[in-house]
């Protein structure tokens, strides 16, 4: 079975470098993140912060967690750039 892949859609207000930061604290925080290939994107028609995932065997609740996981490392990471 091949890995889900989780999409991850910045807004149009961050910049290149913040994305680039944010990645890389979400790479580092989750463990989970492996379970996955993941695809950071900037979509310009977004003013927040989007999650999707594709063909994931995980039930909803982890997918929850993970996004959770993942927003808090990206508010503490924002916070201090």
Known sequence: MSKPILIIKFPHTESQSQ???MKESGDRI?????????LYLMDNRR????????????????FEQLKQE??????FKK???
Do not use: K, M
């Open 79 to 81: 916070n201090n750039i």
């Open 70 to 75: 993942l927003l808090e490392s990206f508010n």
């Open 30 to 38: 989750s463990e989970q993140l492996t379970d996955y290939h993941v």
């Open 47 to 62: 003013d927040e912060l989007e999650f999707q995932c594709l063909n994931s065997p995980h039930d909803e609740t982890e």
């Open 19 to 21: 994305i680039l930061e």
